[in-house]
């Protein structure tokens, strides 16, 4: 290729080559725009349409009857969505399990395996997790009559973007039980290395939990491999499961068989269920650690949706958004060297999870005239831009439109035409 970087033909070029590029067609790109927030909310797939819609056909053509019969059998589904998933992080089929939301399978979680003993009885997280995880933490704490402000311990970060893995051991001490932390940060998107903290963990005999959220559906984990005790993550973002659609749950085999924390019939062998019994016998994988009657119409799309990414591979998937971003970069670094933009996400390829983070003073105004020109952003409060380029849905061609339009917006000041604050949801 002859073309130079920063050319809209280099950028075409690209795209010609994408053995990724045919899943474009099977999505609903809002018109006349240029989609970067699929790692808030992935859009949706003709696929994910169409399994919801076959959950749908079950409840109008069999009643009840659809718990056992049509498309898919509502009772297995949760189990059904687990093993489609398992490929994605790297486990056993039975490991996984589809059902709750990020929030309530952390808590479930460490309901059931954070067992503060003696003085081995702190969490540690860090201080740069998404709040929700942090919430959560300290509510679990205090239901165990422990006192947030001294026994959850949150690890700084050295420049307010990323985290030092070594900073985390040194602060994995005697008194720390439970260790929950992401696996790719929600803002710079630093990514984790969940195999070294693991095996850091373990040898001082603590349990460890990753949020995915940031990290399904765009980056390959080995979770069995690596020994990860637990995960947990939504399936709104990069796997474009629909607002709202049911989380999922990771239980490493070893754990299996530990009675759930927060029980309820859902997490039943599913032979014994409708005996109705008032003793539970609960499931003897990652099933056991559901609660109530799962919400089917938030799972179906999974099913479409989870269907497209075994087709196109997670490796594959990773190759393509490494490419995106690291061009992305590139177009950044060329074009907008002029106008004060941060790089503030790691630009190693190992670091990096799947989106650009900037940093500008008049970032939310920036985003604000990126939408007023059809480029959906994502504003961080307070100087925070995140660009997500996806593989199944954004083209290169995409990319380098996005650049020429911040040029503008830069060059052009069209960002003094909005208010320098965040909206209600940001
Ligand atoms: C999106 C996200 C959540 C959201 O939690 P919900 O219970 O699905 O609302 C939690 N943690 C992280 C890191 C996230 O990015």
């Known amino acids: 290729m002859t073309e130079p970087l920063d050319s809209l033909d280099y950028a075409k070029n690209l795209d010609k080559k994408d053995t990724l590029r045919h899943f474009r067609s099977e999505f609903y790109i809002p018109s006349n725009t240029i989609y970067l927030d699929g790692n808030s909310l992935g859009l949706l797939s003709k696929r994910a349409e169409h399994s919801l819609q076959e959950v749908l056909h079950s409840w109008k053509t069999l009643g009840i009857d659809g718990w056992t019969q049509g498309e898919h059998p509502w009772y297995y589904l949760s189990e059904t969505l687990g093993e489609m998933s398992a490929s994605l992080v790297g486990a056993e089929p039975n490991e996984v399990i589809v059902t709750g939301s990020t929030t309530t399978n952390l808590h479930q979680i460490l309901s059931t395996f954070y067992q503060p003993e003696g003085h081995k009885n702190k969490i540690l997280a860090d201080e740069l997790n998404f709040p929700s995880d942090i919430y959560a933490l300290k509510s679990q704490l205090q239901l165990h009559g422990l006192q947030p402000e001294t026994h959850l311990v949150q690890v700084k970060s050295r420049d307010g973007h990323t985290l030092h893995e070594d900073d985390i051991v040194s602060a994995m001490t005697e008194d720390i039980a439970f260790i929950v932390l992401p ?31 940031h990290s399904i559906g765009a980056v390959p984990h080995c979770l069995s491999k690596w020994n990860v005790d637990f995960a947990f993550w939504c399936n709104y973002k990069h796997l474009n499961g629909g607002p709202g659609s049911v989380a999922s749950l990771y239980v490493n085999q070893k754990h299996f068989n530990t009675s759930p924390g927060l029980a309820g019939w859902f997490g039943s062998d599913k032979n014994k269920q409708f005996d109705m019994e008032h003793t539970m016998f609960p499931a ?142 940001a």
């Open 183 to 213: 696996s790719v940060l929600y803002r710079s998107g630093q990514i984790l290395d969940m195999e070294y903290l693991t095996r850091e963990a373990h040898k001082r005999d603590i349990l460890i939990a990753f949020d995915l959220c």
């Open 284 to 425: 003897s994988d990652a099933g056991a650690y559901q609660i109530g009657t799962p919400h089917l119409l938030s799972a179906a799309p999974l099913y479409g949706s989870l269907s497209m990414f075994n087709e196109a591979g997670i490796e594959n998937i990773r190759a393509k958004s490494l490419k995106m971003t690291e061009y992305f970069m590139e177009l950044i670094d060329k074009q907008l060297h002029f106008y004060d933009f941060q790089i503030a996400n790691p630009q190693v390829n190992e670091k990096r999870g799947a989106h650009i983070y900037l940093e500008h003073p008049e970032a939310a105004r920036i985003c604000k005239a990126l939408k007023a020109n059809h480029v959906i952003p994502d504003f961080r409060s307070p100087h925070g831009i995140r660009l997500a380029p996806v593989p199944l849905y954004n083209t290169y061609e995409e990319i380098w439109k996005t650049v020429q339009l911040l040029k503008r917006i830069m060059d052009e000041k069209l960002y003094k035409k909005f208010s320098n604050k965040r909206d209600v949801i």
